[in-house]
């Protein structure tokens, strides 16, 4: 986990965002608003979730914290160079951005949703709201340019 910067966590119960030190993770935080339990659950593991039709809304919808959706497929050479850069930025910014990836052939529910029509594609949703698309290879310092507003 990284230092300094708190960490933004929503209420999955009243939607307010809750500034939480390092220090203070692991000790059970509540919400400063409704003072429920902050769900901490799967925010800090560090790697792309994988998602499907069936999680989509609950895996990136419904996060605590911005999500980067990476869609995907196995067959696309762009994809499979994209894959690393998700890892590490997964693993880089864990506790303020979620990574998903999303097989595109597996999901078709999602993915025609979404009108899906070329890979790579990532989707950075924030609060369960769409907000900006990258299309194609796009480069690990762009992608940090357009998450940086989100953490």
């Known amino acids: 986990m990284e230092t300094g910067k708190p960490y933004i966590i929503r209420c999955t119960n009243c939607h307010a965002k809750n500034r939480i030190l390092k220090e203070k993770v692991n000790e059970k935080p509540?919400?400063?608003?409704?003072?429920?339990?902050?769900?901490?659950a799967g925010i800090f593991i560090g790697k792309p979730v994988e998602v499907s039709d069936a999680t989509f809304e609950t895996e990136v919808l419904h996060s605590q914290?911005?999500?980067l959706t990476f869609f995907w497929a196995p067959w696309c050479s762009a994809c499979q160079g994209?894959?690393?850069?998700?890892?590490?930025?997964?693993s880089g910014l864990r506790g303020r951005i979620k990574v998903a990836k999303i097989n595109i052939d597996k999901n078709p529910s999602t993915t025609s949703h979404f009108q899906v029509m070329s890979v790579p594609l990532m989707i950075i949703f924030d609060n369960g709201k769409e907000k900006e698309d990258m299309t194609g290879a796009v480069s690990e310092?762009?992608?940090?340019k357009k998450l940086a507003s989100y953490y």
Do not use: E, Q, T, Y
């Open 30 to 40: 509540v919400c400063g608003k409704c003072h429920k339990p902050l769900n901490m």
């Open 65 to 67: 914290i911005p999500v």
């Open 82 to 90: 994209v894959l690393p850069i998700m890892n590490r930025i997964a």
């Open 141 to 144: 310092l762009d992608i940090l």
